[in-house]
Structures are given as structure tokens and as C-alpha cells.
């Protein structure tokens, strides 16, 4: 599927009457809640999000929203008695087990799902399938400071990013350490994190050291530094967030230089685009970046509290978000992850949550309906 030219210039003439797409009840809403009878009681049913507005085909469909270990625990009420004897609405859960300042977000090949949190000071790992909430790095020689980037390599190996500790730790499938990486002063302010899976490589955005470094998988060995500050092709101003594409392509959201960089798997600069701007199209803090299957461009903006999605070349699209806590809404999100079915992960840090998307391919809203 490509999103076709007409639909994006049609979508930009839209985009340059608003200043925000609005979501909820009067935006991007596939199908109104509807109440029905359930033993005697009234029940909302969850508003079917999706972006463009009607009449457009939709492109991106909200799907769930996760928050912690709650996610999976069946909703209950807490007696009166223990309201009474403890003084608290909740018993159960406690803090540290809810997402407090999610930044970095990563996905297993098996659809593990990993939230580094740098206020909550954990990595959160959710089974979706088996309906459970791990942590990572919680044991061992090395106890988690400041974990703010994840990612996950073709093995599981999870490698975190610890802003305070300025190293980058690998996990294995079982939560032991396998891995440290960065000698004392190679990194000053690790944040971003991602993985070549077919050349073994995990690149390192160091936010101000202005530049990428990129490590073997394999041993830990620095095997490249790409960049240095300024603002010419291939320099950085507090890079921020990464992804790599199935070619083996780095893309970097240099993020005070308000623009999108792509290298090549050797390290060389292809092209840039963005500018800053409020426009459509321009970026102010753009973070998270990610690439689906079919080469878009996905920019997370934390100060927009939006998505933009671009074309291989730069080029707008669509974009989807405003500021606000309902689904679809965003404050200071910062991470963006796109697994291998097309879904995005994005870490809405001011909500304290992530909140999930499904990219919809050329036609398959109208397949589904006629199933």
C-alpha cells in the first residue's frame, strides 16, 4: 500500500484550516460509543478512533492504551473494611508499579512489549499474550538508575539505556545481565536507543556529546561515531531518539536542529528533511521516529503532542494527536516504536502511559467490512 498523492494534498488542505486534529467524540471516530443492556446495567462501549476525518479512508486506527501492572488485573472495589484499617482507596498495586514518565519504547520479535521509565526508574516488559507485567533489570550487579531508551535485537536481548549510570546494559531473555557497554567517558547523556538486527549493532544516541555511536551486539566494541555538533548535513544539536529501517538505514531525530537525519548501514549521511516551524509538515521538538513497512516516516513532536507521518522523501501525509489525555490525545510524548505488524507504541510521558496505533494498509478498512 502507498498512501496515494490525492489523499495527502486533499489531507494538507484540511491541515491548513486547523491548528490541531481533534479527536474523541466530533474526530476521527470510526463508529460512535453505543450503550447496551448488560444484566440490567448501561455500558459505553469504547469509541472506534481513526485518522483521517470522514470522509477519507482511514490510515490510522487507535487500538488500547497501557498504563501498568493494572493493565491486566480484573477491576475491583476495595471493601469498606480495608478502606477502613488501611486508609487508602487501593490496596493492591503501588506506584512503582504504574508508568510514571514512560520515554523509550521497544517490541520483541515474539510482540514483548518494553517501557523504559525514567521516574519510575524501571523497565516495564508486557506479555500481552500471557497477560503479565515483568521488570527488567530489577536484580544482578547492576541496578537501573535512569533507564530512558530500550531496544531489542533478533535474539531478545533487551539493551537499556541509563541516563545517570551513562552506560547501556543488555538483558537476556531470563533478566540476567549479559552485556555492559561504554567505557568511563564514551558516553556523557545516553538516551535513544536502536538496533541493526542484521548487522548486529546497536546505535546510541548521546544527546550532549551531539553525536550516534554505534556498538557491536555481539561484544560491546564501539564500532562507529557518526557526527559531531552544528547544523551542516550529518552534524547534530542534542540528537535525541533513533530507529533503523529494513535496509539497515539510521534514522535521527536531531532534535534542536528540528529536522529528521538518514544515514546509510556504513554510517554516511543520505538526507535530511524538516524545518522548524508551527505549520504542518515543520517540527518544534520532534522525538521519537520510526519507519513502517512500507517506508513512512513517523515523527512523534513533544511540543505539537503529535504524529506526523511522511513520505520516503519527506514529503507530509497525515498527522494525528493533539494535547489532551483522552485516546488519541497526547502530552509531551517522547518514544515511538513500530513493530513488524504495523504498530505503533508511543510513549505518552505526560499521561503517564503508551498508548497503541495500527497502521491501516490501502483498503483494509473496506476489506474488513465486506468479511
Known sequence: ?????????????????????????????????????????????????????APEEARIRYVTTYRGVDDFKPAKKPSRFLKALLGAEDPGSQPSDWMMKPYGVAVSPEGRLYVADTAARRVFSFDVDAKTVSFVGESGAVRLTKPIGVAVDDRGTVFVADGTLKRVFGYGPAGNLLIAIGH????????????DRVNRR???????KHQVL????????????????????????FPTNLTVDARGQLYVADTLNFRIQIFNADGEFVKTFGTQGDTPGSFNRPKGVAVDSEGHIYVMDASYNNFQIFDGDGKLLLFVGAGGRNPGEFFLPAGLYIDERDRLYIADQGNSRVQVFQYLRAGAVRAAEQE
Open 1 to 53: 500500500m502507498t498512501v496515494t498523492r490525492t489523499c495527502s494534498k486533499t489531507l494538507l488542505r484540511i491541515m491548513a484550516t486547523m491548528a490541531c486534529v481533534l479527536v474523541g467524540a466530533q474526530a476521527g471516530m470510526l463508529a460512535t460509543s453505543k450503550k447496551k443492556a448488560v444484566k440490567g446495567k448501561s455500558t459505553e462501549a469504547a469509541p472506534q478512533l481513526a485518522w483521517p476525518l
Open 184 to 195: 568511563d567517558g564514551e558516553l556523557a547523556s545516553p538516551s535513544g536507543l536502536a538496533v
Open 202 to 208: 546497536v546505535y546510541v544516541a548521546d544527546a550532549t
Open 214 to 237: 554505534s556498538y557491536s551486539t555481539e561484544d560491546g566494541a564501539l564500532r562507529r561515531t557518526i557526527g559531531r555538533r552544528g547544523s551542516e548535513p550529518g552534524e547534530f544539536n
